[in-house]
């Protein structure tokens, strides 16, 4: 990308940033958990994320309970329930929308969801990733998420706040 596009872009997401507004709903520790969306000044939704207690992210997602079925995928924090109902969020559904995407609203929203985490007394993040989205890999590995199961189709990351 040529300097002055660049630019451009920065201060297009600069312009972005100042003007959205954050919305969130429900609870971390329910079964659908909370809902954090992001909205430009015009109230599009840029995007949203949920966050949910690890104790009902087993009842969310299979997948938790498909990577934990085989010791060998784990990488690190392989004791039995580290990551637990009283330490653990699990962060799921992270989308931005097409039009949005390369200016760091995935990363803003990833924020704000750390910041309720850590406002609500959980120690650890969790989150799936399928293996080949190397887009939201990068970004994870970006905000120091640390590999925890894979089994070469899907990945469990997990960061400590």
Not at 89 to 105: C, D, M, P, S, V
Request: with cysteine; proline share 1%; net charge neutral.
């Amino acid at each position: 990308m040529r300097l002055n596009e660049e630019t451009q872009r920065i201060k297009t997401l600069m312009y972005k940033e100042n003007q959205n507004k954050i919305l969130t709903e429900g609870s971390i520790n329910n079964f659908i958990g909370k809902t954090i969306k992001l909205l430009s000044s015009a109230e599009e939704e840029i995007g949203s994320v949920n966050v949910i207690s690890m104790g009902h992210a087993y009842k969310l997602d299979d997948d938790i309970n498909r990577l934990y079925s085989e010791p060998k995928w784990c990488v690190k924090n392989c004791e039995s329930n580290f990551f637990n109902n009283n330490n653990s969020t699990y962060l799921y559904n992270l989308y931005i929308k097409e039009n949005f995407r390369g200016y760091g609203f995935g990363n803003q929203l990833m924020d704000y969801s750390k910041n309720i985490i850590i406002d609500n007394g959980y120690t650890y993040n969790t989150l799936i990733a399928d293996s080949v989205n190397t887009v939201a890999k990068n970004l994870y590995k970006k905000l120091g998420y640390n590999l925890h199961f894979t089994n070469h189709k899907k990945d469990f990351y997990f960061v400590e706040l």
